[in-house]
């Protein structure tokens, strides 16, 4: 089974208007003959439009960080996938930061991304471990119930519409990045496992799976080779246009 590598960059709560238009026209100008992978930026709600017209008819895609599941109506300071969809192709829903400091839990993660697909929108949905879960042994058995919760009520087609992205908590943001072998087996393990039996094999086999934390330039080929990592969501190392593009450069050489 052959999935498209992807490679995404989520850049949190960074970039006025103006610095997210001159990051998205750098990229386009860095790397508008990718054809290899799927390219993506994720933006913050107010730079959407902007960085939608700046990446118009380009090769590099756009994304929201969150959102929420109603269309519309008294929900003051929410982004709904109504507004979001005229705008970006993809929503980050449930990254771990969200988790932690928004409340987001598996229900809400699972109301969004049925929002989401109801919408036409792509979802990169977020999971993955504390590093107190990693050293106590539960990871495995962690993720496999966020997989479950996520997925609850998603019919066969509308799972394959999903991105995954595993992200250890410990290494976001924290320089510390799972060995490829680490990421690569907890992906087989927990996720396509888990996936297997919800769905069946094919389905299992058909969904991307990017890995993520501190994926930068240096670390990304070793990453993108092993067989169940099918790309990266990248935080920090997204923010600059050099490291950003490097790395999709680096992975598309990694690849051939
Ligand atoms: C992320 O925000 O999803 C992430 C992986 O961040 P970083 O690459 O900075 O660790």
Redesign the pocket.
Known sequence: MMRRPFIAG?W?MNKTVAEAVELAESLCEALGDVTEMDIAVCTPATDLYAVSQALEGSNIGVGAQNMYWEDKGAFTGETSPVMVKELAEYVIIG?S?RREYFGETDETVNLKIKSALAHGLKPIV?IGESLEQNKAGETVSFVKSQIEGAFAGLSEEDARRLVL?Y?PIW????GLTATPEQANDIIREAIRDVLKELYNEETAEAIRIQY????KPGNIADLIVMPEIDGA??????LKADAFSEMIKNAVAALK
């Not at 290494?171 to 924290?174: E, K, R």
């Not at 969501?233 to 997204?238: E, F, N, P, R």
């Open positions: 989520n949190k990254h930061e977020c992205a992200e290494a976001i943001g924290t993520g934390g501190s994926a969501l990248v935080g920090g190392a997204s």
